[in-house]
Structures are given as C-alpha cells and as structure tokens.
C-alpha cells in the first residue's frame, strides 16, 4: 500500500522530545520514540517518514544513528519500507481497533449499579417530548390525504432547519436542505453517493468510530490527520495531507469535536478549506454539537466557504430516539442524495418529523437548559479526575458531551475491561483512531449528574490503582 501522506524532517523532530535527555543510546531512544507517537495516534499509520539523511540533518545526529533507529523501527513492525516509496508508518500485523464494550454487549454481566458512559448522549428532557407529539399528533390529518413519502423531508421542517442556518449567517432556502434519520444517516448518504471503493477520506484522529466505521462500510480509505496534543487542528498537518493525498472527502468536526470537545478558531478554518478548494476536496462538517458550547459559537463553516457540506441532528441537544438529522448542501446535490435516499428507505417518518419540527422552535431554550445541566457536570468531572488520578492529563473541554484524557500509560483497552468489572462501562481510546493506536487516551462524557460522576471516577482509579503495568514494551502496547 502506498503511504498517503509525508512527514518532512523538520515536522517530525519538532514532535520529538529532547533525544539526548532520554536514557540509552540515541538510536533506541529515537526508535522509542517514534512508536510512541505513533501508538498515541501523533504520526498517522501509512505516513511516510523523513528520508534518513533529511532526519539526520534535522535532528544533529549521525545518519548511522537513524538508520539503526529506523532499522528498530523495522524490526519491531513499526516501518515498512519499499523500494521508491520510502519508509512508512504501520503497526504490527494482529492490531486492530477495539470494539466499543457499549451495552448490547454486557447484558446481565457486571454488577448491578452499572454507570454506562459508553455513550456521549442525554436522556431527553422531561416532559418535553410527550407535549410535542400530543401535538404533532393534533396536526397529523392534512399530512395523511398523499402517500405521505418526502425523500428530502417534511416541507415545513425543512423550512425550520434552512431559516436557522440562515439566521447563523448562511443564506440557505428549504431546498437545499435534506431531512434525515440523524446526521450519520446524512454521512453515510454523502459517502455513498462521493466516493467509490479505495477513495481517500480525510478525517481528524482521533474522530466518532461511527463516521469511521461508515467510511470503511462504504470501501473508502481513511487518511486519519492527527490533533494537536492540548486539542484543536494541526493546520499545517491538514493542508500537507491534503496536497499530499488529494482526498475525495474531508469529514471535520470543529464545533465541539466528538472526543476532545474542542473548538476550531475561524482562521483555522478558513486556512484548511482554502487548501482543500485548491485539491478539489469536498469539506463535510459534523455540527452535531453546535448547540452544546460553554463559550460563544464560531462563525459557521459554512459562512466561510458556501461549498462545505453541514450535517446536524436534534440528536445530541434534544434526544437520540428521534432519529431526526439533516444536511445542508447545494438544491442539485440535495436532489440527488433525496433519489439516492428512496431507494434506500423511501423516506422518513411523517410523524416524527411532525414532532421535530415542534420542538424545532425551541431549539435555543432547550439547549439554555441543557446547557445550564451540563457545565457543573463537566466541571464535576475534571474536578473528580484531578483529585482522584492527578496523573492524567485532561484538556478542559470548550463544548460537547465528552472529554478526552490522556493516561499515564497506554493502557486504556485493559482499563476498559476491568472497569466494566467494577461497573463502569466506558470506550477506549483506540475506538476513536485506526489501526489501534490512541491507548494512551480514554474518552468520558459529561453525560450523568455530578454524584455518578463522581462514583465513575473513583471506581476508575481503584481500577487504575491495581492495574498490571508489569511487561509494558514496544510490542505489548499494540492490543490485538
Ligand atoms: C460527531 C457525531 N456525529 C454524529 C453522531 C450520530 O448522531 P445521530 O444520532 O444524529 O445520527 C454522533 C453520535 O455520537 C456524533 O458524536
């Protein structure tokens, strides 16, 4: 397989920590190194590396001394080297992303008092959503006079959803808006009306596995763009993949990215959609956590470039179990993902939408609320952690459900089963990434009230606590 993007020397000894500060000899400590960015998801599976001699002049060190590390590197199933192509990252053969440990799993197992944070999603908020299909059943009778099949959506709905961007500053009228089961129905309908088996879709690293798992369900090819370590985009890294491997899709997530939380400055967004006008990449936004920001919004993406392709859902604001989603995209591109649409499902259902389209206008009151729930639950959290496993690190998230830790040691798919041991039902970082990498990191919502919160967490660290580290090396930190 060819590496789909590059490292250039300089790029990749700014990622390295001091060599000569680290003990044993500069080959080894280099070869170490490099796996571990690699395992912690910093350098993407299939980049090629630097030429010997292009590190060697970066980094002051004799080119013996790279070629011994890269030769390690090798040996130890972390390089693959072909002849022309250079040497690109990979990661022992067995190591494969692990499966989420969510509920459909776990019936009957573990104790009793289970805390479930497998999920960054709410219950929906009491009361609201009895009131709203009392009413959309009331306003049900003119809806049923046709055959009631709407590929794009219920006209009024869709109406409802153009008028917000609109009021977001993106002009947009009602057909140019596609009604879907959620906004992964919208992703999955993008990509499989864009991309054909073996195209490239560029992704953040880590991402929702459910994005991915839908890019892989459709043939594509991932070209996963490491975050920065405190969070937010690597713009550089962003613009060199995408002139690098020219991807079909970019699939991003700057307004409260599902793990980090994290929020994406306007100029970061505006220097990466430049770049991807220039490689003739289609941008796709997942909005699906707009509403849920402790700080002000962003300027739409979309405002910015008129191409980008948004998709949301009442999902994550209001409730999971209405499946009700859309996308945003030119009347052409709407038309033809609408065909494509009903000869999937035919189209969606009537009454939900009636009741979507209810709860619609009081989108901004329901999120205040939300919001006024949330921002003590995040703060319980990262109080929680940092009196109860001060040795992780955690990013105060800006936005979102959920926020993404960095352990002391690359150990979160053991975590995660012994955890569901003790209760507590949580993702491993590795679900978030491909190829396994991501260890390091584990992801946790905000989503329960401060109490369980709290009781996550100390049964976590009791977990922590007695954890096996005996036996962590190069190859035991790939889980297969
Ligand atoms: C970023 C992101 N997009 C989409 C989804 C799925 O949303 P929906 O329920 O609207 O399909 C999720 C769910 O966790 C998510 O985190």
Redesign the pocket.
């Known amino acids: 397989m060819a590496p789909v993007s590059r490292l250039s020397g300089r790029t990749l000894a700014a990622l390295l920590p001091d060599l000569r500060t680290l003990p044993g000899p500069v080959y080894s400590a280099l070869g170490d190194a490099v796996t571990a960015l690699v395992l912690d998801g910093r350098i993407a599976t299939e980049t090629r590396l630097p030429s010997e001699r292009e590190l060697a002049v970066a980094l002051q060190v004799s080119r013996a001394t790279v070629t011994a590390a890269y030769d390690a590197l090798r040996g130890d199933g972390f390089l693959a080297s072909r002849t022309g192509s250079g040497s690109f990252v990979t990661v022992p053969a067995g190591s494969v992303p692990r499966p989420s440990l969510s509920r459909w799993t776990m019936a009957g197992a573990g104790p009793a008092d289970v805390i479930d944070l497998s ?3 709410l219950p929906a908020p009491p009361g609201l959503l009895e009131v709203a299909v009392a009413a959309a059943a009331r306003s049900i009778t003119p809806h049923t006079v046709d055959d009631g099949y709407a590929p794009a959506g219920l006209p009024a709905l869709r109406a409802a959803v153009a008028e917000r961007f609109t009021a977001r500053g993106v002009a947009t009228g009602p057909d140019q808006v596609l009604i879907t089961n ?4 919208g ?1 999955d309908l993008l990509l499989r009306l864009l991309v054909g088996p073996g195209d490239r879709v560029l992704t953040e690293l880590p991402t ?1 596995p ?2 991915l798992d839908a890019i892989r369900g459709n043939g594509a090819r991932v070209v996963p763009v490491p975050m920065a370590a405190g969070g937010g985009w690597q713009v550089d890294q962003l613009q060199a993949t995408l002139r690098q491997t020219s991807p079909r899709l970019a699939y991003l ?1 700057p307004d409260f990215h ?1 793990p980090t939380g994290a929020l994406i400055p306007e100029s970061d967004r505006r220097d990466v959609l430049r770049v991807a006008r220039q490689t003739g990449t289609t941008v796709v936004v ?1 909005e ?2 707009v509403n849920l920001g402790f700080c002000p919004p962003e300027r739409a993406t979309a405002a910015i470039d008129s191409s980008v392709i948004s998709i949301g ?1 009442l ?2 604001p209001i409730w ?1 179990g209405l ?1 009700i ?1 859309w996308l945003r995209a030119s009347v052409d591109l709407v038309h033809r993902l609408a065909a494509l649409r009903a000869g999937i499902d035919m189209a969606g259902p009537v009454l939900d939408q009636l009741v979507a389209t209810e709860l619609f206008g009081k989108l901004d009151e329901i999120t205040a609320a939300r919001l006024s729930e949330l921002r003590p639950q995040r703060d319980a959290l990262v109080a929680a952690l940092a009196r109860e496993l001060p040795e992780w690190q955690v990013a105060v998230p800006q936005g979102g459900l959920s926020l993404w830790a960095e352990l002391d040691a690359p150990l979160s798919t053991p975590l995660t089963l012994l955890a569901a041991q003790a209760g507590v039902i949580v993702v491993p970082g590795s679900r978030f990434g491909v190829d396994g990498t991501l260890e390091r990191f584990l992801r946790l919502p905000f989503s329960l009230p401060a109490p369980r919160l709290d009781d996550a967490v100390r049964r976590l660290a009791g977990v922590w606590a007695g954890i096996d580290r005996a036996g962590i090396g190069t190859r035991q930190l790939v889980v297969a």
């Open positions: 999920c960054a999603a959620g906004a992964l129905h992703w929702y459910g994005a997530t599902n997942d699906s956590f859902s999902s994550k999971g499946r989603g």
